[in-house]
């Protein structure tokens, strides 16, 4: 059986050896097709760059103790500045989303494309016209128009025609910058680059969402971090044209930096003005409090009751201080409480009492206030009817929800350690029966003024750390190698050209002795039949 294929296998080597001079001509022919892609195919350079996203760091601690009950102060970022954690995967998500490469393809305006009759090329900055749009009408703009221009003799001649809508025009004008108003669009159409009516020459442009062309750009673009242990994210991608690669990479760059400082710029001043009004509110509180300490003094002719009370502070001063911790932290958890349960507030981001880092994504209020953000964003760019809109409200309302129950559970907690606290001073002051009605009476006075300065204090502190992250200008990325081209182009490759001639010399051949085999077959069956 093993010696029977053989000798068949042979029998077809040889015949095709046989056939040399058809391999020969398929072998020349194939350089055709290989000269060809090398000739025309756009030669394709690689670009790169690096940037490293850098950590906040918090402008200070708050040096409010908070004792046992932190960790519950801390769930609502209320506890001290920290290095902010950065999270690698959601840079990269970012860096890549639609969003930011929508950005850059307008800024760069490369979803007006440019092309002469008969070219496979897109022009960059060297096209004889120009084309722009208001960019309100461009973030909106959600149908593909092509435009035909024809300049000759003097006479501009414009066709556009719509891809979705169907929709076509005609106009004529005698002289450029001139407004093209189609489809409730007013394009603006002018000569560039030093081109004028007296030259005659054709042009095709292509206007279309940006967003359209961020789908196809998310693909072509590499971005990845360059290890598990750094913050270090490089990014690449291929062009033809060499200004066009590097300036897609830098302007990425610039827009992502962009984005992360208009988001804490607008999540700070929302804190801001949130503190500035709980701090007036805690000012009058504090001023009613004093005020009745000295009335109260006054009236029970008060001077040094510290003194008189020595001997039953330095007992009681580990529980006191433990009482105004946890009496600061119910104010301040009631204080979240009024802000998010305020309908005026329903979907306002929750400013958070947090050290100027906030970095705790994971968090109930964190993803809360991304989800605001987020709605927000879509309410701009389109209206209440869409249905991502109305999905990502639906959204923000679960969040809600989440955020009601931590607030719920934190005044829980709080009440029970209040609850026990107080439970713990009741039995001393039981058996310091010689301590006088007014020194008790006094004592709570004094409490509550220590507990809205301790409010006072954390709210002022915030406001000076927010005030000064406002004043920063620090980059959320650093640029570590602006957008370089590579050595070596990526395209067209001898190799490919290479691969492509061997495969021809071998198919071409191959496939017609077998296709004569079979016609032979076939002319021989008939004859048979016949």
């Excluded at 969003?99 to 070219?119: A, D, H």
């Amino acid at each position: 059986m093993k010696d029977s294929e053989t000798v068949g296998l042979k029998g077809i080597i040889v015949r095709y050896m046989r056939q040399w001079k058809l391999f020969l001509i398929a072998f020349a022919l194939s350089f055709i097709p290989a000269i060809l892609y090398l000739t025309f195919y756009p030669r394709t350079y690689e670009f790169a760059a690096r940037l490293q996203v850098q950590e906040d760091m918090g402008v200070g601690s708050v040096g409010f103790g908070l004792g046992e009950a932190a960790g519950i102060m801390k769930s609502f970022g209320l506890g001290g500045g920290s290095m902010g954690s950065v999270s690698i995967e959601d840079e990269i998500s970012l860096l890549s989303s639609s969003r930011l490469l929508s950005r850059m393809i307008l800024e760069l305006g490369l979803n007006v494309e440019y092309t002469e009759p008969y070219s496979f090329y897109k022009m960059y900055r060297e096209a004889p016209l120009k084309l722009t749009l208001d960019s309100t009408a461009m973030l909106r703009l959600d149908d593909q128009y092509r435009f035909t221009v024809s300049v000759s003799k003097g006479k501009i001649n414009v066709k556009v025609k719509s891809k979705l809508g169907k929709e076509k025009a005609r106009y004529t004008f005698a002289s450029l910058p001139a407004v093209i108003a189609f489809d409730g669009q007013q394009f603006t159409l002018d000569f560039d680059n030093g081109a004028s009516a007296d030259r005659s020459f054709k042009l095709k442009i292509d206007c279309m969402p940006a967003s359209w062309l961020a789908e196809s750009f998310a693909g072509d673009f590499m971005i990845e971090e360059v290890s598990k242990s750094s913050n270090v994210i490089e990014l690449g991608c291929t062009d033809h044209v060499r200004e066009r690669g590097k300036a897609m990479l830098d302007v990425l760059m610039q827009v992502y930096n962009s984005d992360a400082a208009s988001f804490r710029q607008e999540t700070d001043g929302q804190t801001l003005d949130f503190v500035d009004g709980r701090i007036d509110g805690i000012m009058s509180e504090l001023h009613d409090v004093e005020w009745k300490i000295e009335k109260y003094k006054t009236a029970n002719r008060l001077t040094l009751l510290e003194s008189d009370v020595l001997f039953y502070t330095e007992q009681m001063k580990e529980l006191q201080t433990k009482i105004i911790e946890t009496e600061a932290e119910s104010r301040l958890i009631r204080m979240m409480d009024d802000y998010v349960k305020d309908p005026e507030n329903r979907y306002n981001t929750i400013p958070s009492l947090l050290s100027v880092s906030e970095g705790e994504k994971g968090s109930a209020i964190g993803l809360y206030n991304e989800a605001i953000l987020e709605r927000d964003r879509l309410l701009k760019n389109s209206s209440e009817s869409n249905p991502a809109f109305r999905s990502m409200s639906a959204q923000v309302d679960k969040l809600r929800s989440a955020v009601y129950m931590m607030i719920e559970n934190a005044e829980k907690t709080c009440s029970e350690t209040l609850a026990d606290l107080k439970s713990k001073e009741k039995l001393l002051l039981d058996r310091m029966k010689e301590v006088p009605m007014q020194e008790r009476e006094y004592m709570n006075y004094k409490r509550q003024q220590e507990i809205l300065q301790g409010v006072y204090v954390v709210l002022l502190q915030k406001r000076e750390e927010t005030v000064l992250s406002l004043g920063q200008e620090k980059d959320h990325a650093r640029v570590i190698d602006p957008a370089y081209i590579l050595k070596k182009p990526v395209g067209p490759r001898m190799l490919y050209a290479a691969i492509g001639i061997m495969a021809l010399t071998l198919l071409l051949p191959v496939g017609f002795l077998f296709v004569k085999d079979i016609w032979r077959e076939l002319a021989a069956e008939y004859k048979r039949a016949g």
